[in-house]
């Protein structure tokens, strides 16, 4: 009698944690939605559902939320344009900034004019609005979502918008040296290129990097790429005499804090590409 209770009491214990790890082996609800939506493309009804509702959520927590951040990287940068033009001016930052740019200006070489040319067409506005929508597209297709070209195109688009705010209203003449091409605007501050190259080569390597089927290659391309051309795009700017370091500086920040916020709500809310989360990733690969 005393061996058939300790049994059965055995094998109840073993039953209960059985039932216990099965529970704690499901995923949670918000992974197994996005297994589904995975497995449904976008052409039937379930996946205009998904669209469906994205859209709903975009409109109605998404949008505010970066209309408020807009709204406020465009007035910290106004305050900080105003702070280093009228401020610091004729401090000895303020001519420290100008020192910069003069000394670049005097020791030009033609093989640096031809590689600070060939740097800025990296964050031309044609050349960006070009690669900006053919990266939208090719999102649009591998996805069969419109979360990741839209934020693509708002990682652009929001940082294009806060440059022409600020500049207008800091309203900072360019540097008083003479300038190598063509400048398009007056205004000076903050760096409309460098913010522009933050924004697109980031956006571009954050949606590589979270994309399953994107190779290693490829990854460390767009990773490179993505560190290497804001630096070297804002030397360019500085050395042929359209910006102040200080510009290059309001223009990094700019790019950078606009397209981590823009990143964080949008993109990874929404799991731009199918297997977006990498902890999703490697739960849907084990399983």
Known sequence: MRV??????????????????????????????????????????????????????????????????LLALCAVLVALGWLVTDVLDDSAFGRADLALVRDLAENRTGALDAVTGAATWLANTTFVLAVMFGGAVVAARRTRRWVAPVFLVAAVGGEKLVYLV????????RPPVPTLGYVHATTSFPSGHV??????????????????????????????????????????????????????VAGS???????????????????????????????????
């Open 195 to 248: 913010g522009a190259a933050v924004a697109l080569y980031g956006s571009i390597a954050l949606l590589l990097l979270w994309s399953p089927g994107t190779s290693r290659a490829a990854r460390v391309a767009a990773v490179a790429v993505a560190v290497v051309a804001p630096p070297l795009v804002g030397f360019a700017r500085v050395y042929r005499g359209v910006h102040y370091a200080t510009d290059v």
């Open 166 to 173: 600020v500049s207008l209203l800091v309203g900072r003449d």
């Open 4 to 69: 058939s209770w300790w049994g059965a009491a055995r094998g109840t214990l073993t039953s209960v944690r059985r039932n216990h790890d099965t529970r704690a082996a499901a995923p949670p609800p918000h992974q197994l939605l996005d297994r589904v939506r995975k497995r449904q493309p976008a052409t039937e009804g379930a996946g205009g559902r998904v669209w469906r509702d994205d859209a709903e959520v975009v409109l109605t927590r998404v949008a505010p939320l970066l209309a408020v951040t």
């Open 253 to 287: 920040v700019m790019g950078a804090v606009w397209l981590t916020v823009i990143w964080y709500v949008l993109a990874r809310q929404f799991a731009p590409y199918a297997s977006a989360r990498p902890q999703l990733h490697r739960t849907t690969a084990t399983a």
